[in-house]
């Protein structure tokens, strides 16, 4: 069984940082994407960033380049995401998710954590 913990989540302005954490456990990740996903209220859930299968290749979402770096832990079994100069149209519940299922679409993946919630205010 795959699970997911994130953490880090809360309640900032706009301009402040925060860093996720996903603590992960299960089988090997040995070639699994993992990555960091986001779901607003009412819309559906969007990439933001990801370590793809093929490598240390990776992903990051037009949306937040410049402002989020993914990174990750293996010794610790954790996933980062570390967002800084936050705006208030980066609010949402934040998810950890990851697929052995090479090339599928990230909506497709089949395992995914509960979330933690970021809101920014202006």
């Known amino acids: 069984q795959v699970t997911f913990v994130e953490s880090g989540g809360g309640s900032v302005q706009a301009g402040d940082s925060l860093r996720l954490s996903c603590v992960y456990s299960g089988p090997s990740f040995s070639g699994y994407a993992m990555g960091w996903f986001r779901q607003a209220p009412g819309k559906e859930r969007d990439l933001i960033a990801a370590f793809l299968w093929s490598g240390d290749s990776s992903y990051v979402s037009d949306s937040v380049k410049g402002r989020f770096t993914i990174s990750r832990d293996t010794a610790k079994n954790t996933l980062y995401l570390q967002m800084n100069n936050l705006e208030p149209e980066d609010t949402a519940v934040y998810l950890c998710?990851?697929?052995?299922?090479?090339?599928?679409?990230?909506?497709?993946?089949?395992?995914w954590g509960q979330g933690t919630p970021v809101t920014v205010s202006s």
């Open positions: 998710g990851a697929d052995n299922q090479i090339g599928i679409r990230y909506s497709d993946w089949r395992y």
